[in-house]
């Protein structure tokens, strides 16, 4: 049975073959070696592994942040590891929302002001921007918190703004990267739950990079990276 | 519009480093403000200098005579419309610090000169029929509050009366107005025949020199020559030239004021160039993750340099708007020496030069982070 055919499910995203190589000086470093993965629509996938297995590198390759040395990178149909950089920005801007681990909010703008960020991508009157940002923190549960700023506010409500900006374009593909690598339990588990609630009430398609067991159990699959490889087990 | 929110919010994020960058760049525009209307006050006249108008003056300098009669003769040399005398009088009112220009003219040849000195008819009439007629600019008159039909002594330094007299007497018969911005309005000017009887007689049948109107300004090299021909190997042999150039080279004599200020000017806006070109790469480079999650969420590289070029346009537009607008409030508030000065005012080319140079400080400053900005990658920036 090939890896591939091990890991298959769908077909929103599919990775093929893919390399990538870092240049660290005159040393080449390979972190992603021949990886395959399908991910179907609507799947809550949780990936983990070691430090320096290259979730975050997997994650960055999916959602057009970074191309791969060799292979090829699809969501949706589309090859985006062919698009000009130009292409690929105007495709993640309607194609994937990002949530990071430090929430990387711009600390001179309100939540609100932070959740409409996206939207100025788009052709929106400045009042259905207003409209949209207010529905997706409403989402997450923070509406009364909408004219703060990220340092007033605690690092579950800082996340679930990063969650509001993440989905306020109502993109293809969420992409976590350790969403709760920096909150206590009861925080991480309120930001887990959202997660879930997303991926369950409104189909979104969801990839976790995560250290914690607890937080890939509430994934629906969980994947291993480790050496640039990908399997079903964790390899202790 | 809407990224403007997004600019100025990070204007505000460090608030005293860019009010102190802000501050520095109004400076020096404020300095340049200013600095124009001086540099224009020293060189009043060359703008408004007529290109049908030559000044003709002795050839070995501006302090010796020429015989009067040199009118009549320059007046016959073909591509010659008209010349009028002017001599300097050096006089000055109840103290000898109240200097200013004076000079005995032929008042209707004087005013068919040089239409820019708006008379009204009456005060024409007036000066044509009063033999000790003066018209004084608004403003010197002003400056001593001087009004139609006042007496106005003169005291002579250099033209003492027949009489042995240096006191001069004059019936204000007009005040007269700058026709066009720039226009010399400080000065006095009295009727040469009362001049000419009343000084001595090593003086008598004397000017100062000659502004002649041409037919055709193309020509006004080929006229000078012409009337310098005229009066060469004579006692009293003339310079001719264009009327911009004589006024040039009067400038000039106290320096070269516009390369003392292009000088002063642009030092200043090479240290507010580093400043503001710091206050920038720091801008960026303390951002580098931000502007990542910016091109992450779908800003394009592109996208990104325009805002750090927007924010430095923004930072250098406040400034240097401010220091533009106080600058002109300042000199619009009036001449600092109290008349020394004769005209004071930012000439409206040079308030454009100052909006072309914000835009240039702007982009100069800006584009290197903006470019850092640009080339960012997103992957390594998130990994920082």
């Known amino acids: ?69 060799q292979g090829t990178v699809e969501v949706g149909g589309e090859r985006v590891d062919k698009l000009s950089n130009r292409k690929l ?84 593909l969420l992409l976590c990267d350790e969403p709760t690598g920096d909150l206590d339990r009861k925080s991480g588990d309120e930001i887990l739950d959202l997660l879930q609630a997303l991926n369950r009430e409104q189909g979104k398609t969801i990839i976790m990079v995560t250290h914690d067991l607890h937080a890939a159990a509430r994934a629906t699959r969980t994947l291993y990276l480790d050496k640039g490889q990908l399997s079903t087990e964790a390899n202790v | ?33 200013y600095l124009a209307a001086i540099r224009t006050a020293f060189t009043a006249g060359i703008d408004v200098a007529d290109l049908d108008r030559l000044i003709v003056r002795h050839k070995v300098s501006l302090i010796q005579l020429l015989p009067a009669s040199y009118e009549a003769r320059m007046e016959q040399i073909e591509g010659v419309d008209s010349a009028v005398g002017q001599t300097w009088f050096g006089g000055y009112y109840q103290e000898q610090r109240n200097q200013f220009a004076q000079m005995p003219v032929k008042p209707d040849e004087f005013l068919d000169m040089f239409p820019e000195y708006v008379l009204s008819d009456d005060e024409k009439e007036a000066w044509l029929s009063t033999r000790t007629g003066a018209i004084a600019g608004r403003q010197i008159a002003e400056r001593f509050g001087w009004q139609v039909g006042d007496k106005v002594p003169i005291t002579a330094s ?13 019936d204000l018969v007009g005040i007269y107005d700058a026709g066009e911005k720039g226009t010399d309005d400080t000065q006095f000017f009295f009727r040469y025949d009362y001049f000419d009887e009343s000084r001595p007689d090593w003086g008598k049948g004397l000017v100062g020199w000659y502004t002649v109107r041409i037919d055709d300004p193309e020509r006004s090299a080929e006229v000078s020559a012409a009337i310098d021909a005229e009066f060469a190997n004579s006692q009293a042999e003339t310079k001719a030239e264009p009327e911009g150039a004589f006024l040039q080279g009067f400038a000039n004599q106290i320096g070269d004021i516009g390369f003392i200020m292009t000088s002063i000017v642009g030092m200043v806006f090479f240290t ?113």
Do not use: C
């Open chain 1, 89 to 172: 920005a105007a495709w993640r801007a309607r194609h994937i929302g990002l949530v990071f681990q430090f929430y990387n909010l711009m600390p001179v703008l309100t939540a609100q002001k932070n959740v409409e960020l996206p939207l100025l991508l788009t052709h929106l009157s400045r009042s259905e921007r207003k409209k949209r940002a207010a529905i997706a923190l409403e989402i997450v549960g923070l509406s009364h918190r909408n004219g703060h700023y990220p340092r007033t506010l605690s690092g579950g409500e800082q996340q679930r703004v990063g969650i509001a900006r993440a989905i306020v374009t109502d993109p293809t």
């Open chain 2, 1 to 33: 519009m809407k990224y403007l929110a997004l600019i100025l919010s990070n204007l505000k994020r460090h608030k005293l480093r860019t009010a102190l960058t802000m501050l520095s760049i109004l400076v020096a525009f404020l300095l340049f403000g």
């Open chain 1, 1 to 69: 049975m090939s890896e591939t055919e091990t890991l298959a499910g769908g077909g929103l995203v599919r990775v093929n073959n893919v390399d990538k190589v870092f240049k660290r000086g005159s040393e080449e470093v390979h972190v992603l070696g021949g990886l395959n993965l399908e991910i179907p629509e609507g799947e809550f996938l949780a990936l983990m592994g070691p430090s320096g297995s290259g979730k975050s590198t997997l994650l960055n390759l999916i959602g057009g942040l970074d191309r791969p040395s």
């Open chain 2, 158 to 170: 250099i033209w003492t009366k027949a009489d042995g007299s240096q006191v001069w007497d004059f």
């Open chain 2, 272 to 384: 507010i160039l580093l400043v503001a070109g710091n206050t920038m790469a720091y801008a960026v480079r303390e951002r580098t993750n931000e502007l990542a999650v910016l091109k992450a969420v779908g800003f394009t590289d592109s996208g990104v340099l325009g805002l750090v070029l927007g924010e430095s346009f923004l930072l250098t537009a406040i400034g240097g708007g401010i220091g533009l607008t106080l600058a002109w409030l300042m000199v619009s508030a009036g001449d600092p020496t109290n008349g020394f000065l004769v005209t004071f005012f930012i000439p409206g080319r040079d308030m454009v030069y100052g909006v072309i140079l914000i835009a240039v400080m702007a982009f100069v400053a800006g584009i290197l982070p903006a470019m850092q900005a640009q080339r960012l990658r997103i992957a390594d920036a998130l990994r920082r």
